[in-house]
């Protein structure tokens, strides 16, 4: 239903309970006590529930499986600045009294009942002075955007430059420090590599000398846009000729040596029947930064005051400050002690205090409380393994792998752990394990030919043009 920009999301709240490890991440205590105030007005508990169940089951439908601990925190952060967020723009548009005329909430309304039908937008609890109030916070919303941003005008070689791309090839020489010593021997090599490519061969010469896991595709880093990439990578391509090969060209990754396979211009029929569209996204994008640097503007000179332990410690953590976290974290404790994603921030506060056997005591007490979560099973097992305490280490990570049971790329981590210890009989268990899986992705990918095999090989090059970029 959201248009864009459109920044309003606990109109209502949509959707089924969330299932994370059986139980609720807040408990039930005080919906609509206060968990922060903005400029002194109030954000709920309840409200906050809402937010974050939204949030957390986009991520759960992107992630899948079980959600850990920091992205569980991270995300119920993320929810209470959207409703931080929100409380400024409703303040604002309080403050600006904007009364949309009744036939452009009709139109809208109308819009949104022949989009959804009626039926179905009554059968998840809207009714029609819901809709209506919605509707209308929309277009004040859009008024306030439109008054913020002006008119905003893009140039036609922004529109060039947006359109354009460029499809390269590097092979990448990184220098083995940062001495100069080490850049030298790194700019010989590649030079060494530029007398060979005659014949050697691009590809051939990228899956033998490159640095970088594009290597292994022949250093391909497929389609590059002007932003995509570092300054001095980017110049090199789009002044290139396509088959143009040229090196070694210096970045902050190491040295670079590149070939131009195909290139984009912004020329011809295609160009132009798609010119006005990319004029609008590159307006729309406009908008949204010039509308977010306001928004935080107003936040830096919002009084935000947050009541919630939990948040506070949160806020904590991300600012470096990590005992000043652990006392927060403790006071939530207090108040949800059977919560387990509270015991495992508590014990990575201790972990980045340096202080390994209480982290290790807080994340035996998270798994105590969180008995089916497997990423916390994983966590204890990698404390256990760093404070050497082998034997509990092993059974902590079998644990894992267990609650782990279809998630491949789980059980591969386990595995090499595993192995780091020199368990071979679990390295065994995980090995079976990771064979039931393959041959269950084998089978349901067999009509497509694409199995567990280049499932494994797609997430290794997800990082192909790190170094470019």
């Known amino acids: 239903m959201a248009k864009p920009l459109i920044i309003f999301i606990c109109v209502a709240f949509?959707?089924?309970?969330?299932?994370?490890?059986?139980?609720?991440?807040?408990?039930?205590?005080?919906?609509?006590?206060?968990?922060?105030?903005?400029?002194?007005?109030?954000?709920?508990?309840?409200a906050l529930?809402?937010?974050?169940?939204?949030?957390?089951?986009?991520?759960?439908?992107?992630?899948?499986?079980?959600?850990?601990?920091?992205?569980?925190?991270?995300?119920?952060?993320?929810?209470?600045?959207?409703?931080?967020?929100?409380?400024?723009?409703?303040?604002?548009?309080?403050?600006?009294?904007?009364?949309?005329p009744k036939a452009d909430i009709d139109r809208e309304f109308d819009a949104l009942i022949e989009q959804y039908g009626r039926d179905y937008l009554s059968s998840i609890g809207y009714t029609d002075a819901q809709l209506r109030q919605y509707v209308t916070q929309q277009l004040q919303f859009q008024q306030l955007v439109d008054e913020i941003t002006g008119e905003i005008v893009i140039s036609d070689e922004a529109v060039?430059?947006?359109?354009?791309?460029?499809?390269?090839?590097?092979?990448?020489?990184?220098?083995?420090?940062?001495?100069?010593?080490?850049?030298?021997?790194?700019?010989?090599?590649?030079?060494?590599?530029m007398g060979e490519l005659e014949s050697l061969?691009?590809?051939?010469?990228?899956?033998?000398?490159?640095?970088?896991?594009?290597?292994?595709?022949?250093?391909?880093?497929?389609?590059?846009?002007?932003?995509d990439t570092v300054e001095p990578f980017e110049q090199a391509i789009f002044s290139m000729e396509v088959g143009e090969v040229r090196g070694p060209v210096e970045t902050q990754y190491g040295y670079h040596i590149i070939k131009v396979t195909e290139k984009k211009l912004a020329e011809g029929d295609e160009f132009e029947a798609e010119k006005e569209s990319l004029r609008e996204q590159l307006a729309e994008q406009e908008r949204v930064k010039i509308f977010n640097n306001w928004l935080l503007d107003k936040k830096n000179k919002a009084e935000i005051v947050i009541l919630d332990y939990q948040l506070l410690a949160y806020q904590h953590m991300t600012n470096g400050e990590y005992a000043e976290a652990a006392k927060a974290y403790s006071k939530a404790i207090e108040a949800y002690p059977t919560n387990p994603h509270l015991y495992a921030s508590l014990g990575q506060a201790y972990l980045y205090?340096?202080?390994?056997?209480?982290?290790?005591?807080?994340?035996?007490?998270a798994v105590e409380y969180g008995p089916t979560n497997g990423q916390l099973h994983l966590a204890l097992a990698s404390l256990y393994m760093e404070a050497e305490r082998n034997e509990e280490a092993v059974a902590a990570f079998l644990t894992a792998s267990e609650l782990s049971i279809n998630d491949i790329f789980a059980q591969m981590m386990i595995?090499?752990?595993?192995?780091?210890?020199?368990?071979?009989?679990?390295?065994?268990?995980?090995?079976?394990?990771?064979?039931?899986?393959?041959?269950?992705?084998?089978?349901?990918?067999?009509?497509?030919?694409?199995?567990?095999?280049?499932?494994?090989?797609?997430?290794?090059?997800d990082d192909a043009a790190d170094s470019a970029e």
Not at 15 to 32: C, E, Q, R
Not at 209 to 221: K, P
Not at 438 to 459: F, H, K, P
């Open 201 to 227: 061969g691009f590809e051939e010469a990228a899956m033998l000398y490159s640095d970088d896991s594009s290597g292994s595709s022949g250093g391909d880093l497929g389609y590059i846009r002007r932003g």
């Open 14 to 46: 949509l959707g089924g309970a969330l299932y994370i490890g059986g139980m609720s991440f807040f408990g039930d205590k005080g919906a609509y006590a206060a968990v922060a105030t903005v400029n002194g007005r109030p954000i709920t508990l309840d």
């Open 415 to 461: 595995r090499s752990l595993l192995s780091e210890l020199g368990a071979e009989d679990a390295v065994a268990v995980v090995d079976q394990r990771i064979a039931e899986i393959q041959a269950m992705y084998d089978e349901i990918n067999a009509e497509t030919g694409e199995g567990t095999d280049e499932l494994v090989e797609d997430t290794q090059t």
């Open 353 to 365: 205090l340096d202080q390994l056997d209480e982290a290790v005591a807080q994340y035996e007490k």
């Open 49 to 100: 529930e809402n937010a974050y169940f939204q949030e957390a089951w986009y991520y759960q439908l992107m992630y899948g499986g079980q959600l850990s601990s920091n992205l569980l925190e991270m995300i119920r952060y993320e929810a209470f600045d959207i409703l931080v967020n929100n409380s400024l723009i409703e303040q604002e548009l309080e403050a600006r009294k904007y009364k949309p």
């Open 160 to 193: 060039k430059n947006s359109y354009e791309q460029v499809r390269a090839s590097h092979i990448l020489v990184r220098a083995e420090g940062d001495e100069q010593e080490a850049w030298d021997n790194a700019k010989a090599l590649a030079e060494q590599i």
